[in-house]
């Protein structure tokens, strides 16, 4: 049992609707749902009565609900009293699933920094720093949304992607020739599929929409195989070792790069975040002014 499944419990408790619950924590409806099942197994009873129509707490949900919500409130005081125990709250920080490679030695001379264990996409992690659930967020948010969520980003990194295609060729692939898969489940991957709709405009790439979440993982090998041809990777899979009947290809003219944002509220004055962005935005290079980017791209 963990905290953030008492927190969906909560949530689906107070919405009595999955998908209003699902929207309000800024996760997919299927996650939500595997996670109380999985709360539920963990506790050994049912927790919801749910059919197509309706949610309501069962009586054993009912019960617990309120220990539930004592549990989060005594882990939130646990915190804010062993950051007073330090002489200071640490800076609490999200991301999608990169870091610079040495974060910690350039964070540990600035602040003690707590890196949030759930790993959610960018436009969840920064719509947390919006609502204060995190102080700092690694992630790529339009100039549009930055200002609507009032944040403000500074560069701290960049993953230059690439084409995934069948067989052993291992050649350049000219970024219109690649196909450019687009996911319908827009709760996890609404980042992406703004990013990929804009480069498919500016270049001519194919598109492919896919319902399955493969954008990363196995289930993008299988749809590589399928389409036949080099397949844009996403930056979520940068580091995955690809199956042997698969090979990377650079991408070329233009090459392609998915630039990484340090995020924080515009009004953050705080020393301690401050500190930690300046250790880690400090002395970050531009991206190629030759690379792709969006239009709405601060570094474009």
Request: with cysteine.
């Amino acid at each position: 049992m963990e905290l953030r499944q008492l927190r969906y419990f909560v949530a689906v408790a107070e919405e009595l609707n999955f998908g209003r619950a699902a929207a309000r924590l800024l996760i997919a409806g299927p996650s939500l749902s595997q996670q109380i099942k999985a709360l539920e197994r963990d506790l050994g009873v049912a927790l919801f009565d749910r059919d197509r129509r309706s949610v309501a707490l069962t009586p054993a949900g009912a019960s617990l609900l309120p220990h539930a919500r004592a549990l989060l409130d005594r882990a939130e005081d646990l915190r804010r009293r062993a950051g007073k125990l330090s002489g200071s709250q640490p800076v609490r920080l999200g991301y999608v699933n990169w870091l610079p490679p040495d974060f910690s030695a350039r964070t540990s001379r600035a602040a003690t920094v707590h890196v949030d264990a759930w790993v959610a996409p960018s436009h969840t992690q920064a719509a947390r720093v919006a609502d204060g659930s995190l102080d700092l967020a690694v992630c790529w948010v339009r100039d549009e949304e930055l200002e609507r969520l009032g944040l403000t980003a500074r560069l701290i990194g960049a993953d230059r992607l690439y084409a995934v295609s069948p067989g052993p060729a291992t050649s350049p692939v000219r970024t219109r020739d690649a196909v450019v898969l687009l996911d319908e489940d827009v709760t996890s991957w609404a980042s992406w599929n703004v990013y990929a709709e804009e480069l498919i405009r500016d270049t001519g790439a194919r598109s492919e929409r896919i319902s399955d979440g493969g954008v990363t993982g196995p289930a993008f090998f299988d749809h590589v195989r399928r389409i036949g041809r080099p397949v844009l990777n996403c930056p979520k899979g940068q580091a995955s070792a690809l199956p042997p009947d698969l090979a990377r290809r650079p991408l070329i003219g233009p090459e392609v790069h998915w630039p990484w944002y340090l995020v924080r509220r515009t009004d953050e004055q705080r020393p301690a975040v401050l500190a930690v962005l300046d250790a880690l935005a400090g002395g970050v290079p531009a991206l190629d002014p030759r690379a792709w980017l969006p239009a709405t791209d601060r570094e474009r």
